[in-house]
């Protein structure tokens, strides 16, 4: 196991009167890639802007490398959040050319990665020298991403890494995310609504909902407790005291149960022999059913 | 450190503003003294006299750097400084190191230029020119920080109230420091003021407000 590299205690924000965090707790280790999943308004953007240090929390730390990220200087220029944005006053005031901004984030990251930015520069197809108020969403994403990726940061939050993208660049950032991750593995946290398109790279998910975690779990514990059953309903049924029911979708006599274990050697090998198949449920279905978004749900 | 990573890209900035204010400064100065010679003929160059109009322009760009830029500082620059992460203290850190650095640099130019100037008591003016510099930017910064806390049109109410402040009592300040009277109290209400802004400035930043605008 690696050593814990980002800590959130107790951490509580309201805008105003409403509360968009409510009292999360989570450890992230150091080289993991953590997948933040949620609806939308759960809670992901402010949630990594508190890590990030963009927003001040009401209560609670943020810890990295065991040490406060609000009172430690020497934790300064380890995080890099990549948003497709730089913030609304610079985005409609200043008038800068990416490749500006490329510079002055070369000053400031201490690991940035020259070379690699202007690889990616070229992968992404993003001309540098127009300016960052002039150029579409799907090029602010990518401004965001190469940030991101050349940074080099020790932790790396993205937010969304897709918005505007179309599907090639989107498949060119997996493709680099993961070759990257390989050569420089580093503290990554991915928040998304793809999530098919990313869950084969999550080590950790983070399911969250109003503000609050629902999930916190290696992926590999995930399969451990959640289950797909699919087969004959009376077949299903016989079994339901040896897991929770989060959902339940029948076509004739066959239904598909998603359910919430764990389930013990012995009855996956009694299902097994009843002839009902078990795979791992969708992060998708899974974000679908804990927050109330299947109709089955009654005992959440 | 006094130069850390923030302060260079700082730096980079600031060499970029003023860059662009050289070349206004550059074309100002072109079309107020060079193209009127082309109407009334190279002759009537007078070497003092476009010695005193460049002196004269360069302050009063100088001034109005120095005032664009501390606005910038703390309301697009904070921007891109919380983009890339950096805790707020550094920033205020940044900023306030800049401050420094350019009522410094702002004061040594300006008070340089007037050498060209017969001015009396030029020790009451180094101080005076100094303390208004550190004043304005610290000032400009409060107003930034009000725009982004509450809404730009704030700046403008309190750009107006500043304006009738500055024109229903510059001639009176401006004569009571020509005629050397109510020093002390004019410099204390420069070092109250300064020092009342640049609290607040340091406390408001260390809250969790959003600066959402």
Known sequence: MNPVKLKLKDITYYYDNFRALNNMNFELEENQIMGLIGRNGSGKTTLLKVIAHQLLQDKGEVIIDDKNFSTNESNQYKICLARETLGKTFEQTEIMKVKMIFDLAATLYENWDNTYANHLIKRFKLNVNKKYNKISKGMKTTVGIILGLASRAEITLFDEPYVGLDPVS??????????????????????????????????????????????????????????????????????????????????????????????????????????????????????????????????? | MLIDNSMKVMAKVFLRFMLTFLLIYLAIIFFNTI????????????????????????A??????????????????YDMFTIFSITRKRIMRTINITNVLLT???????????????????????????????????????????????????????????????????????????????KTEIITFFIVATAGFFLVNNFVLSKRYEYKH
């Not at chain 1, 498949?171 to 991750?181: C, M, P, R, S």
């Not at chain 1, 503000?211 to 916190?216: C, Q, R």
């Not at chain 2, 193209?35 to 360069?58: C, H, Q, R, W």
């Open chain 2, 60 to 77: 009063a760009l100088i001034y109005s750097m120095l005032v664009a830029f501390a606005a910038k500082c703390t309301s697009v620059y």
């Open chain 1, 170 to 300: 989107r498949e060119i950032f997996y493709a680099e995310l993961q070759k990257d991750f390989t050569q420089n593995p580093r503290t990554l946290i991915i928040s998304s609504h793809l999530i098919n398109e990313l869950e084969g790279m999550f080590e950790r998910v983070l399911i969250i909902d109003e503000g609050a975690i629902l999930v916190d779990n290696p992926i590999d514990k995930l399969k451990e407790k959640y289950y797909l059953l699919q087969g004959r309903k009376e077949a299903i049924e016989s079994y339901n005291t040896h897991f929770r029911t989060m959902n339940v979708e029948t076509i004739g006599s066959l239904a598909s149960y998603s359910v919430e274990g764990p389930i013990n050697e012995e009855i996956i090998r009694r299902l097994k022999a009843d002839n009902i198949d078990i795979s791992m449920i969708s992060l998708q279905k899974l974000l679908y059913h804990l927050t109330n978004g299947g109709e089955n749900n009654a005992d959440r």
């Open chain 2, 35 to 58: 193209v009127p010679l082309f109407f009334i003929g190279f002759s009537e160059f007078d070497v003092n006299e476009f010695k005193i109009s460049a002196t004269l322009y360069l």
């Open chain 2, 104 to 182: 410094v640099t702002g004061s040594v130019v300006l008070n340089l230029m007037l050498l060209m100037h017969d001015i009396p008591d030029r020790g009451l003016f180094l101080i005076m020119i100094t303390l208004s510099i550190y004043l304005i930017l610290n000032f400009l910064n409060f107003v930034a920080f009000l725009g982004k806390l509450f809404g730009w049109y704030y700046i403008v109410g309190t750009f107006v109230l500043l304006a009738s402040f500055i024109l229903f009592t510059v001639n009176y300040i401006g004569g009571f420091i020509q005629m050397g009277l109510f």
